[in-house]
């Protein structure tokens, strides 16, 4: 039998006591973060204090730490990240975790012998993503959450040098692709980037389907009627049940999701996958009920395979509510309204006790959320022939489903992992003692922890034994002395001595002995994590360099404004102060909407062929009803090579250029189809190609020099540092829409030395909020809808409304992916002079999922108004005005300037 390379062991941190209860409890490393620069602002998280210490715990008992770094840096943070970097450097952090491309950038320049480990937050979802990774300086990817376990092991055979591969085991799941969630931030400034997500996914939505009029505006909408209504609550991860699959697969790390949870929670998952973990290691695995029960009493929104496993809608969706299961306990037989006494036939293993919580589920009319209420047993149950007799104050139903949520032995005996100084993982000690001539102790010491390889410690004690002359120590008295390492992290497995016999020293001496032996060893192994001076003062020298370049690109950049403000005072028209006029662009997904700008006179459009619905279906179920297939990649890349050649006859029939968007999720099946594609395609068919992920990146970076790249929004492109980072790779760069215009105009000026490239911005639609694997339209499927709606094809809109009646667009793509968008449209038309002060070289008029009519008549307005704002109209205000009253006339759900002004909340 072949042995298995049982993976890492990932647990999560947000507290000293969390950390402390997943080492104790079995973890092989552990993530944390810092009070800034992390994705989970609201954990307690550590101090640079705490840091320091947490590091020193873990590494003396053999277990890494990886620091979180995993945000999207503004142009002002980068040099406090980059004294961070350097911080965490010298403190001996294993890995740091980031996000943000130019992050890494500054790690790799400053901290090169620091592994990077790339954030899921990066949006890693196929194989290429993860290939550029590995030629890219990184040391692990963090995979995303939706990727198979058969892609992942595809991956390895494409992989020409080693990377990590790190998967999500257990926890709580995004609704969206990470990284690609928006809508905390468009709703209330709120950014998942920043680590300050509100979790609106986890809030109650309708589910509504609407006519539209010419424009695509819905009108006359009603709610389709659903029992259930926490539209995107996912239910938590557990692949417990599976974990040999993984185990097996080519997976170096599994991570358990929970910086925001309690220390209990951290030691009772973590000790529960240590054993399953140590059991495959044995080849004894089997999933244990009690195991997985535990894992149901320490918090779940029910449980999911996940994606990694195939999990499909209806398995991977928690939509009747969003909060915490527990364990099912059975159903109420009986009440007894005289004596208040409750009757529950118990169908778990599980027997409920004192101090355990309990949530009863009654079945009526109404809403869940009333069904719902709890209590914690404050008397020892009673509990006879399979049923449980409680006492409680409030009448139940009889058939209320009853559930254990709180389960008191589990807390307590978690509590005892992290304040028992006793039971804390210790790291093992094998002790050599034998005296020389002059009766001095001679200790040779080897640490028996295989993650520090074969260390040895030898210390020569600062004292001489003598001679006994009344009592002589014994060989037990001595190693009894030197076992008793008390509160160390530090265990003594073997004491072999070569003892002269008929010595004696104080007790005092013998304790100094062992004191100063562990404090040896401590340093030793701390060494080891840490860099040498040498090292920690080359890298303040690279801190260095950076800032006084950083202080002087400032001082370029703050000239820069004072030029802008001076030919802004002297009045001239901005197409005299720009290099090249700004043009405006036009994303669209039908051949009507492209022939309608084309029409309207646009010169580059970004075309993202949506076939289905379209005279070149591929076959996918039409409507709403559609469902999760197996997509025929080639029949479905044959109707797109039809598209697309029909889209450039009309592209070059205006002279126009055609660029080809690709989705920002791409799986490896599209970037294999798309690639084939691309080589096929007659010359000039297309202008160039649009992505949004580093796997599409770097797909395009083999054998397509010719094709011209152009960089989407999905890219996360926060400062200067990351332009430059992709710069060899990108024509153009569509900067972040949660950046205010203050923060845009930093990266435009701080970017203005590097490598030629182009900037583009978003200035009118429904910006894209959540991209998800879940298919919201398979949930219409077989509800019953008006006649009218089901007979009219007018009735076209399905969106989500939420408590405050926000109607949130929802379009299903060619893959049958979910993508909400923002409930009101971006329009920025009033403030095109200040987009062109800035020096965008494009603005981007989203038109996707609109009819041809929105296309045309919004690039109409907007080039009227950029012709205005180029001009230096003298009449430009009340002509802004006016037009941006056109555009909120034809605006789904109203307009706003979004993030421009605002920014984002400060994490």
Same mark, same amino acid.
């Given at each position: 039998m072949s042995k298995i390379n049982i993976p890492e062991l990932l647990a999560p941190a947000g507290s000293m006591e969390a950390l402390k209860a997943a080492v104790n409890a079995g973890a092989d490393a552990i993530y944390l973060s810092g009070k800034r620069f992390g994705a989970r602002q609201f954990a307690q998280n550590f101090s640079s204090v705490e840091l320091e210490k947490a590091l020193e715990y873990a590494h003396l008992r053999g277990v890494k730490v990886y620091v979180t770094v995993n945000t999207l840096i503004k142009e002002t943070e980068l040099s406090r990240v980059a004294d961070y970097l350097v911080q965490l450097y010298s403190w001996g952090a294993d890995a740091v975790i980031v996000q943000d491309l130019g992050v890494a950038q500054l790690a790799h320049e400053l901290v090169p012998d620091l592994d990077l480990h790339c954030s899921t937050q990066m949006t890693i979802h196929n194989p290429p993503g993860v290939i550029w990774a590995a030629n890219n300086g990184f040391q692990r990817v963090i995979l995303a959450r939706e990727m198979s376990l058969e892609d992942i092991e595809a991956v390895t055979s494409q992989l020409s040098r080693k990377i990590e591969l790190e998967v999500f085991a257990h926890g709580a799941i995004c609704y969206s692709y990470s990284g690609q969630c928006l809508l905390s931030s468009f709703i209330g400034g709120r950014s998942g980037?920043?680590?300050?997500?509100?979790?609106?996914?986890?809030?109650?939505?309708?589910?509504?389907?609407?006519?539209?009029?010419?424009?695509?505006?819905?009108?006359?909408?009603?709610?389709?009627?659903?029992?259930?209504?926490?539209?995107?609550?996912? /239910?938590?991860?557990?692949?417990?049940?599976?974990?040999?699959?993984?185990?097996?697969?080519?997976? *170096?790390?599994?991570?358990?999701?929970?910086?925001?949870?309690?220390?209990?929670?951290?030691?009772?998952?973590?000790?529960?996958? /240590?054993?399953?973990?140590?059991?495959?290691?044995?080849?004894?695995?089997?999933?244990?009920?009690?195991?997985?029960?535990?894992? +149901?009493?320490?918090?779940?929104?029910?449980?999911?395979?996940?994606?990694?496993?195939?999990?499909?809608?209806?398995?991977?969706?928690? /939509?009747? /509510?969003?909060?915490?299961?527990?364990?099912?306990?059975?159903?109420? =037989?009986?009440?007894?309204?005289?004596?208040?006494?409750?009757?529950?036939?118990?169908k778990s293993i599980v027997r409920p006790e004192k101090g355990d919580g309990i949530l009863f589920k009654q079945s009526d009319e109404k809403s869940e959320e009333d069904d719902l209420w709890g209590t914690v047993i404050d008397h020892y149950p009673e509990i006879r022939k399979g049923k449980l007799f409680l006492k409680l104050h409030k009448p139940v139903k009889v058939g209320s489903e009853v559930y254990i949520t709180r389960r008191k032995a589990l807390i307590d005996k978690a509590q005892e992992m992290v304040n028992n100084p006793h039971l804390p993982q210790k790291t093992p000690l094998n002790l050599e003692i034998r005296w020389n001539s002059e009766l001095v102790p001679i200790i040779k010491v080897d640490v028996v922890e295989p993650s520090l390889g074969n260390m040895e410690v030898k210390y020569k004690a600062d004292f001489a034994m003598e001679k006994a002359k009344k009592q002589p120590l014994s060989d037990d008295a001595i190693i009894n002395q030197l076992r008793k390492t008390g509160g160390t992290p530090f265990i003594i497995r073997d004491i072999q001595m070569d003892y002269p016999g008929n010595l004696f020293t104080s007790l005092g001496n013998l304790n100094h002995l062992r004191r100063q032996i562990l404090e040896k060893v401590q340093g030793k192994i701390l060494n080891t994590y840490q860099p040498s001076s040498d090292e920690i003062e080359c890298a303040k020298k690279h801190l260095s360099t950076f800032k006084k370049d950083f202080i002087i690109e400032s001082k370029k950049t703050t000239e820069k404004r004072k030029m802008m403000k001076l030919e802004?005072?002297?009045?001239?028209?901005?197409?005299?102060?720009?290099?090249?006029?700004?043009?405006?662009?036009?994303?669209?997904?039908?051949?009507?909407?492209?022939?309608?700008?084309?029409?309207?006179?646009?010169?580059?459009?970004?075309?993202?062929?949506?076939?289905?619905?379209?005279?070149? *279906?591929?076959?996918?179920?039409?409507?709403?009803?559609?469902?999760?297939?197996?997509?025929?990649?080639?029949?479905?890349?044959?109707?797109?090579?039809?598209?697309?050649?029909?889209?450039?006859?009309?592209?070059?029939?205006?002279?126009?250029?055609?660029?080809?968007?690709?989705?920002?999720?791409?799986?490896?099946? #599209?970037?294999?189809?798309?690639?084939?594609?691309?080589?096929?395609?007659?010359?000039?068919?297309?202008?160039?190609?649009?992505?949004?992920?580093?796997?599409?990146?770097?797909?395009?970076?083999?054998?397509?020099?010719? =094709?011209?790249?152009?960089?989407?929004?999905?890219?996360?492109?926060?400062?200067?540092?990351? =332009?430059?980072?992709?710069?060899?790779?990108?024509?153009?760069?569509?900067?972040?829409?949660?950046?205010?215009?203050?923060?845009?105009?930093?990266?435009?000026?701080?970017?203005?030395?590097?490598?030629?490239?182009?900037?583009?911005?978003?200035?009118?639609?429904?910006?894209?909020?959540?991209?998800?694997?879940?298919?919201?339209?398979?949930?219409?499927?077989?509800?019953?809808?008006?006649?009218?709606?089901?007979?009219?094809?007018? #009735?076209?809109?399905?969106?989500?409304?939420?408590? +405050?009646?926000?109607?949130?667009?929802?379009?299903?793509? *060619?893959?049958?992916?979910?993508?909400?968008?923002?409930?009101?449209?971006?329009?920025?038309?009033?403030?095109?002079?200040?987009?062109? +002060?800035?020096?965008?070289?494009?603005?981007?008029?989203?038109?996707?999922?609109?009819?041809?009519?929105?296309?045309?008549?919004?690039?109409?307005?907007?080039?009227?108004?950029?012709?205005?704002?180029?001009?230096?109209?003298?009449?430009?205000?009340?002509?802004?005005?006016?037009?941006? +009253?056109?555009?909120?006339?034809?605006?789904?759900?109203?307009?706003?300037?979004?993030?421009?002004?605002?920014?984002?909340?400060?994490?």
């Amino acid at each position: 039998m072949s042995k298995i390379n049982i993976p890492e062991l990932l647990a999560p941190a947000g507290s000293m006591e969390a950390l402390k209860a997943a080492v104790n409890a079995g973890a092989d490393a552990i993530y944390l973060s810092g009070k800034r620069f992390g994705a989970r602002q609201f954990a307690q998280n550590f101090s640079s204090v705490e840091l320091e210490k947490a590091l020193e715990y873990a590494h003396l008992r053999g277990v890494k730490v990886y620091v979180t770094v995993n945000t999207l840096i503004k142009e002002t943070e980068l040099s406090r990240v980059a004294d961070y970097l350097v911080q965490l450097y010298s403190w001996g952090a294993d890995a740091v975790i980031v996000q943000d491309l130019g992050v890494a950038q500054l790690a790799h320049e400053l901290v090169p012998d620091l592994d990077l480990h790339c954030s899921t937050q990066m949006t890693i979802h196929n194989p290429p993503g993860v290939i550029w990774a590995a030629n890219n300086g990184f040391q692990r990817v963090i995979l995303a959450r939706e990727m198979s376990l058969e892609d992942i092991e595809a991956v390895t055979s494409q992989l020409s040098r080693k990377i990590e591969l790190e998967v999500f085991a257990h926890g709580a799941i995004c609704y969206s692709y990470s990284g690609q969630c928006l809508l905390s931030s468009f709703i209330g400034g709120r950014s998942g980037n920043r680590g300050m997500c509100a979790q609106p996914c986890r809030k109650n939505y309708q589910l509504i389907l609407a006519k539209t009029d010419k424009y695509g505006k819905y009108k006359n909408h009603q709610e389709i009627p659903l029992k259930d209504h926490y539209l995107l609550s996912t /239910r938590d991860l557990a692949i417990y049940s599976h974990l040999d699959r993984i185990a097996k697969a080519p997976v *170096d790390s599994i991570k358990i999701e929970g910086r925001m949870r309690p220390p209990e929670y951290v030691a009772s998952v973590v000790k529960v996958y /240590r054993k399953a973990l140590d059991r495959i290691a044995r080849g004894k695995w089997k999933p244990r009920e009690e195991e997985l029960s535990t894992l +149901k009493m320490c918090f779940n929104r029910g449980l999911t395979k996940g994606w990694i496993l195939g999990a499909d809608n209806q398995q991977m969706m928690g /939509r009747n /509510r969003p909060g915490n299961r527990g364990l099912y306990l059975g159903k109420v =037989v009986d009440y007894h309204k005289h004596d208040q006494k409750t009757i529950i036939n118990i169908k778990s293993i599980v027997r409920p006790e004192k101090g355990d919580g309990i949530l009863f589920k009654q079945s009526d009319e109404k809403s869940e959320e009333d069904d719902l209420w709890g209590t914690v047993i404050d008397h020892y149950p009673e509990i006879r022939k399979g049923k449980l007799f409680l006492k409680l104050h409030k009448p139940v139903k009889v058939g209320s489903e009853v559930y254990i949520t709180r389960r008191k032995a589990l807390i307590d005996k978690a509590q005892e992992m992290v304040n028992n100084p006793h039971l804390p993982q210790k790291t093992p000690l094998n002790l050599e003692i034998r005296w020389n001539s002059e009766l001095v102790p001679i200790i040779k010491v080897d640490v028996v922890e295989p993650s520090l390889g074969n260390m040895e410690v030898k210390y020569k004690a600062d004292f001489a034994m003598e001679k006994a002359k009344k009592q002589p120590l014994s060989d037990d008295a001595i190693i009894n002395q030197l076992r008793k390492t008390g509160g160390t992290p530090f265990i003594i497995r073997d004491i072999q001595m070569d003892y002269p016999g008929n010595l004696f020293t104080s007790l005092g001496n013998l304790n100094h002995l062992r004191r100063q032996i562990l404090e040896k060893v401590q340093g030793k192994i701390l060494n080891t994590y840490q860099p040498s001076s040498d090292e920690i003062e080359c890298a303040k020298k690279h801190l260095s360099t950076f800032k006084k370049d950083f202080i002087i690109e400032s001082k370029k950049t703050t000239e820069k404004r004072k030029m802008m403000k001076l030919e802004e005072e002297n009045k001239k028209p901005l197409q005299k102060q720009l290099h090249h006029p700004t043009i405006l662009t036009v994303y669209v997904d039908s051949i009507s909407s492209l022939e309608a700008v084309l029409e309207a006179g646009c010169g580059k459009i970004y075309f993202q062929p949506k076939i289905k619905n379209s005279e070149y *279906d591929n076959g996918f179920n039409n409507g709403f009803n559609c469902s999760k297939l197996d997509v025929n990649y080639e029949i479905y890349f044959e109707n797109m090579a039809l598209l697309l050649k029909e889209a450039s006859s009309l592209a070059q029939t205006y002279k126009a250029d055609l660029v080809w968007k690709w989705p920002d999720i791409t799986n490896n099946n #599209y970037i294999k189809g798309a690639t084939r594609l691309l080589r096929n395609l007659p010359e000039k068919t297309i202008f160039g190609v649009m992505v949004g992920g580093l796997g599409a990146l770097w797909a395009l970076n083999d054998g397509f020099d010719s =094709v011209k790249v152009y960089g989407s929004g999905a890219l996360n492109i926060w400062n200067h540092l990351t =332009v430059d980072e992709l710069s060899p790779y990108l024509e153009s760069f569509t900067l972040s829409p949660e950046l205010s215009q203050e923060e845009l105009k930093k990266v435009i000026l701080n970017s203005s030395d590097l490598p030629s490239h182009e900037f583009e911005f978003l200035v009118q639609g429904n910006m894209e909020a959540m991209v998800s694997e879940d298919c919201l339209s398979c949930i219409v499927k077989d509800k019953k809808l008006s006649r009218e709606s089901l007979e009219d094809p007018q #009735y076209q809109f399905l969106g989500i409304k939420d408590p +405050k009646n926000r109607i949130f667009p929802v379009e299903i793509d *060619d893959e049958c992916r979910t993508h909400v968008l923002n409930s009101v449209e971006l329009c920025l038309i009033d403030y095109l002079p200040l987009l062109l +002060k800035l020096g965008f070289d494009s603005l981007v008029i989203d038109s996707r999922e609109k009819p041809a009519d929105y296309a045309k008549k919004m690039f109409s307005l907007y080039q009227t108004a950029l012709e205005s704002s180029i001009h230096g109209d003298p009449h430009q205000d009340n002509k802004l005005h006016n037009l941006k +009253k056109r555009v909120k006339k034809i605006s789904n759900g109203g307009i706003t300037t979004g993030n421009f002004f605002r920014g984002v909340e400060e994490s």
